[in-house]
């Protein structure tokens, strides 16, 4: 994660936008940008932001 902003409302603003505008969704998104899902998920669960499958985008 070290090319994500480390602020997790920016982060959350950032992968938002990456899944809206270039992946199907979240494990794409890893595994093409190379980052743990699970840590990912982690900071944007400490501001209360899940990944929501159907609207493919952390709410």
């Known amino acids: 994660m070290a090319d994500l902003p480390k602020d997790p ?3 959350l603003s950032v992968v938002n936008t990456k899944l809206r505008d ?6 794409t998104l890893c595994q093409e940008m190379q980052i743990e899902k699970k840590e990912l998920t982690e900071k944007l669960a400490s501001i209360d932001y899940e990944y929501d499958a159907e609207l493919n ?3």
């Open 9 to 11: 409302m920016i982060l």
């Open 22 to 27: 270039f992946y199907a969704d979240l494990d």
């Open 57 to 59: 985008q952390f709410v």
